[in-house]
């Protein structure tokens, strides 16, 4: 019998913020490790800390970039042109450092060319080639394929066409791959978010500056018939990968009248809207 999810998205809610929160419900860390060391993407390396959020103790899961990689998603300055304070309260890290130089040594010349752009040809292969479960591995390409249409609509461009820019970046396939890694671990099989939460406003992308939520969001939640609420916060709380990954996880969007929580986590985000700043993910029944 599986085991029924569901994600408070009060924060908006991102691959990072996703693969926090079911880390912090217990998905293994030593598993997710072993998956994320076969994966054949270059100038990656894995942090996970306790963080503080609005003064609540929750689970961070950083995926941190060599300078090539990097693509300043975190960077308020550069997303909206203007600095948001922030709280100061991170405190008490414990870093597992996961380092793929030597792996990446071993892949860097054949995949140095997918650096900038990589389409779902590249991704799928990279998906195909790491070890993880038959069921991890649907969820991952799920989520991708999810992306890959919306930016494909987006763009007016065939699906095999599309290149992913912040998408196709290294972070977002390290945090696809480890929510899905995540998900499996926790034998988890039903998925109740009942709407996304969003801010308003334009953000920073590859193609110069977007309406919030981004044209993919949009899609997305057009496409998978998901309920929006705009919040009255400016910048963008959710993203394409978040999105993508509740279109391809969710079973349902009405929780049950009556539920027990089995096991709360909580799963920081690295923006500061001066919000919350998590995703609450809940085990019920």
Do not use: W
Not at 150 to 156: I, L, P, R, T
């Amino acid at each position: 019998m599986g085991k029924t999810l569901y994600l408070e998205c009060n924060s908006g809610i991102s691959g990072d913020m996703t693969v926090g929160a079911l880390i912090d419900l217990g998905a293994d860390t030593k598993v997710l490790d072993a998956v994320l060391d076969t994966v054949e993407a270059e100038g990656f390396k894995i942090k996970y800390s306790r963080v503080k959020r609005s003064g609540l103790d929750c689970q961070d899961f950083d995926v941190i970039l060599d300078e090539e990689h990097d693509g300043h998603d975190h960077d308020m300055e550069y997303l909206y042109g203007h600095t948001h304070s922030h709280d100061g309260e991170h405190d008490h890290h414990h870093d597992h450092h996961h380092n793929h130089e030597n792996q990446e040594s071993q892949h860097h010349e054949e995949h140095h060319h997918h650096h900038v752009h990589r389409g779902m040809k590249e991704i799928t292969e990279i998906i195909d080639n790491a070890k993880m479960t038959d069921n991890a591995r649907k969820i991952a390409k799920r989520i991708f394929e999810i992306l890959a249409e919306a930016e494909s609509k987006a763009h007016g461009l065939p699906v095999e066409e599309v290149h992913f820019h912040e998408v196709g970046a290294v972070d977002s396939i390290v945090d696809v791959i480890s929510i899905a890694v995540c998900i499996d671990n926790l034998g988890v099989d039903k998925v109740i978010v009942p709407k996304l939460y969003e801010g308003h406003g334009t953000v920073r992308c590859q193609h110069g500056i977007l309406p919030v939520p981004v044209p993919a969001v949009t899609n997305i939640v057009v496409d998978h018939k998901i309920s929006l609420e705009i919040i009255d916060v400016k910048g963008e709380l959710v993203t394409p990968t978040g999105a993508a990954a509740v279109a391809a996880l969710r079973t349902d969007d009405k929780l049950p009248k009556e539920f027990k929580i089995e096991k709360v986590g909580m799963g920081s985000g690295k923006r500061d809207y001066g919000l919350s700043g998590f995703v609450r993910a809940m085990i019920i029944s």
